[in-house]
């Protein structure tokens, strides 16, 4: 693990570190750092070195790659202690790097496939969250997503599941995440349209370097009538995609630690356009026990690369609470809460990062 968890920190990003963050963007089975994946797997009385759990390189070739990797290492989480585990050194790690709320992903079926039962899944997660509140954060919600490179009655009987978990409020919205070649959204049009009916937020990877970015990200919007895109940088190849997503004020969920792992890029200055072309871009971790760092670091590299200004870092912050599913005070408060941070800092912090 590196960056701000490694213990670096200097002036710039000390501010970073303090700035309230509101992470969109982070796979709950992407925080599980390979350390944790092996206890979990030898406690279950497996072999760890038997299932390559250690190797987690500093590139992946692709997303293929990182998901076979990302799959083979959930085999260790099996009871609803080990989910509670891995989100209670989530929202742990979180709070030490500013997050003040978090909209997380899990995949639930890469877990009822091996037989864990959904509710032990959503019970785990879900104590863990109650538990980091009473702490005093932060705050948290859950969002399931769908397997893309799984079939549309798994998906269907996936959501049939978690049903009864939206009804308590468990689970607030549904997103579409693994491979996406060959899966695009409209696949799953039948099935968001029924969670939507169901109360569900809706949210789509629309991963960096797919041959078919551009044609998904329109289906996101034409066919699926997302509210949120997960990644969708590559909307600046459409000068017309990136104007609709500007105007319709998506959430776009940048993760550059990711990008960098994959495919050899931060892609800050994707970072910069998009703001630049008033789009609700925000920054986030991805899969941070696999990609080098969590939401600090992903603030603290970008601001480096594209030499961010306190104001922009703070737009970036912003733009995160607008494109969150927090109700209006809530939200409120946290924009209020960011920019009473950035007035406090700036006598002590009066240089910018550039
Ligand atoms: N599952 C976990 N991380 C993912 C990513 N970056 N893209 C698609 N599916 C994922
Ligand atoms: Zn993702």
Same mark, same amino acid.
């Given at each position: 693990?590196?960056?701000?968890?490694?213990?670096?920190?200097?002036?710039?990003?000390?501010?970073?570190?303090?700035?309230?963050?509101?992470?969109?963007?982070?796979?709950?089975?992407?925080?599980?750092?390979?350390?944790?994946?092996?206890?979990?797997? @030898? %406690?279950? *009385?497996? $072999?760890? #070195?038997? +299932?390559?759990?250690?190797? =987690?390189?500093?590139?992946?070739?692709?997303?293929?790659?990182?998901?076979?990797?990302?799959?083979?290492?959930?085999?260790?989480?099996?009871?609803?202690?080990?989910?509670?585990?891995?989100?209670?050194?989530?929202?742990?790690?979180?709070?030490?790097?500013?997050?003040?709320?978090?909209?997380?992903?899990?995949?639930?079926?890469?877990?009822?496939?091996?037989?864990?039962?959904?509710?032990?899944?959503?019970?785990?997660?879900?104590?863990?969250?109650?538990?980091?509140? @009473? %702490?005093? *954060?932060? $705050?948290? #919600?859950? +969002?399931?997503?769908?397997? =893309?490179?799984?079939?549309?009655?798994?998906?269907?009987?996936?959501?049939?599941?978690?049903?009864?978990?939206?009804?308590?409020?468990?689970?607030?919205?549904?997103?579409?995440?693994?491979?996406?070649?060959?899966?695009?959204?409209?696949?799953?049009?039948?099935?968001?349209?029924?969670?939507?009916?169901?109360?569900?937020?809706?949210?789509?990877?629309?991963?960096?370097?797919?041959?078919?970015?551009?044609?998904?990200?329109?289906?996101?919007?034409?066919?699926?009538?997302?509210?949120?895109?997960?990644?969708?940088?590559?909307?600046?190849?459409?000068? =017309?995609?990136?104007?609709?997503?500007?105007?319709?004020?998506?959430?776009?969920?940048?993760?550059?630690?990711?990008?960098?792992?994959?495919?050899?890029?931060?892609?800050?200055?994707?970072?910069?356009?998009?703001?630049?072309?008033?789009?609700?871009?925000?920054?986030?971790?991805?899969?941070?026990?696999?990609?080098?760092?969590?939401?600090?670091?992903?603030?603290?590299?970008?601001?480096?690369?594209?030499?961010?200004?306190?104001?922009?870092?703070?737009?970036?912050?912003?733009?995160?609470?607008?494109?969150?599913?927090?109700?209006?005070?809530?939200?409120?408060?946290?924009?209020?809460?960011?920019?009473?941070?950035?007035?406090?800092?700036?006598?002590?912090?009066?240089?910018?990062?550039?």
């Amino acid at each position: 693990m590196g960056g701000f968890e490694g213990g670096m920190l200097d002036a710039a990003s000390d501010f970073v570190l303090g700035l309230p963050k509101c992470e969109l963007h982070v796979h709950l089975e992407g925080t599980l750092e390979a350390e944790m994946a092996r206890s979990m797997v @030898a %406690r279950h *009385g497996n $072999d760890p #070195a038997s +299932v390559g759990l250690g190797e =987690r390189p500093a590139a992946f070739a692709g997303l293929s790659d990182f998901l076979a990797r990302y799959y083979a290492a959930m085999q260790g989480l099996q009871d609803e202690d080990d989910f509670y585990e891995l989100t209670t050194a989530y929202l742990e790690t979180a709070r030490r790097q500013g997050v003040v709320y978090a909209e997380m992903f899990f995949d639930p079926q890469a877990h009822t496939s091996r037989g864990v039962p959904f509710g032990t899944v959503v019970s785990g997660i879900h104590r863990a969250q109650q538990d980091a509140l @009473a %702490r005093g *954060g932060p $705050d948290s #919600a859950l +969002v399931m997503c769908l397997l =893309r490179d799984e079939s549309l009655d798994s998906a269907h009987a996936t959501l049939a599941e978690s049903l009864p978990y939206r009804d308590r409020g468990w689970i607030l919205g549904i997103g579409l995440d693994s491979d996406e070649r060959g899966n695009p959204p409209s696949k799953f049009a039948g099935v968001f349209e029924r969670a939507r009916g169901a109360g569900f937020r809706v949210t789509m990877h629309c991963d960096p370097r797919q041959e078919t970015s551009v044609a998904h990200l329109w289906e996101c919007l034409d066919v699926i009538g997302v509210e949120r895109i997960d990644h969708g940088i590559e909307c600046l190849s459409d000068d =017309r995609l990136t104007g609709e997503i500007a105007r319709r004020r998506l959430g776009l969920t940048a993760c550059p630690l990711s990008n960098l792992r994959l495919y050899g890029t931060l892609m800050a200055d994707a970072v910069t356009e998009l703001m630049a072309r008033d789009v609700l871009v925000t920054l986030n971790s991805d899969d941070p026990a696999y990609f080098g760092g969590y939401i600090a670091d992903n603030f603290a590299a970008v601001a480096d690369e594209a030499h961010l200004t306190r104001a922009e870092l703070a737009v970036l912050a912003k733009n995160a609470f607008l494109a969150s599913w927090l109700a209006p005070a809530r939200r409120d408060g946290y924009l209020r809460a960011v920019d009473d941070y950035v007035s406090a800092a700036a006598p002590s912090h009066s240089a910018p990062t550039r």
